[in-house]
């Protein structure tokens, strides 16, 4: 089945520093993916998404490129905040009839000041 | 504001003592699912609900019920909880399903404990 792998966390940073948090799957047909946030305490977000081959999605200063050659999906970032300290989630839509999402593990990120 | 509310946001209970979280949305959605949250295996869809009446399982719905009667409901039971059912639960909701790339919108969680 369809499966999002995520890399291992915590991922630990200093204010300023650059951000990838690299994200791959394994999926039939051409689903679209995704990347959630989840602040200490609260439900997850969508941050941002791509729903086909070779598109960018972005949102506050976060970028992914759907690679359709390497499937992944990797997570950037050019300048982190400490307000960016959350858990992010890669996924990608599972079925075309439903709205089902299959989630990767979650990977922790600390921004120091 | 659009929103995804669920209750209570904490609970602690025994085994076997029957449950129900509930989840609220405000939005007219027509697709709403449970997920639980666990460590190291990220969010895994419990069940789904398709609009008013339909539920399917998801990928890990043993020991759950759940049952939509209205559009903006759906609680999830526990008939007999378990100390392996103690984890986080989200409701989520959106708008469209069959496209498979609209944005799920989640409630801040229920964190269970069953002892």
């Known amino acids: 089945g369809n499966s999002v792998t995520q890399m291992e966390g915590p991922v630990t940073l200093s204010e300023e520093a650059f951000l990838t948090i690299n994200c791959t799957y394994t999926?039939?047909?051409?689903?679209?993916l995704f990347w959630y946030v989840q602040y200490p305490g609260e439900g997850l977000q969508l941050l941002l998404k791509?729903?086909?081959?070779?598109d960018k999605g972005s949102n506050k200063g976060f970028e992914a490129t759907y690679r359709k050659e390497t499937t992944s999906f990797h997570l950037e970032k050019g300048s982190v905040q400490v307000s960016d300290s959350a858990v992010y989630f890669c996924?990608?839509?599972?079925?075309?009839?439903?709205?089902?999402?299959?989630f990767g593990t979650g990977t922790r990120l600390q921004v120091f000041p | 504001e659009a929103q995804v509310t669920q209750n209570p946001r904490y609970l602690i209970t025994v085994t076997g003592k029957k449950l129900t979280v509930t989840c609220s949305q405000n939005m007219n959605h027509e697709y709403m699912s449970w997920y639980r949250q666990d460590p190291g295996l990220g969010l895994r869809q419990i069940y789904y609900s398709m609009n008013v009446e339909v539920t399917d399982k998801g990928d890990v719905p043993e020991g759950y019920k759940v049952s939509r009667k209205e559009k903006r409901n759906f609680p999830l039971i526990l008939e007999s909880p378990s100390p392996n059912q103690t984890s986080l639960y989200f409701c989520a909701s959106s708008s469209t399903p069959g496209e498979g790339n609209t944005e799920a919108f989640f409630g801040q969680g229920t964190r269970l404990t069953v002892v």
């Open positions: 996924a990608l839509s599972d079925d075309g009839n439903t709205d089902k999402l299959i």
């Open positions: 791509a729903t086909k081959a070779d």
């Open positions: 999926a039939t047909g051409y689903p679209s």
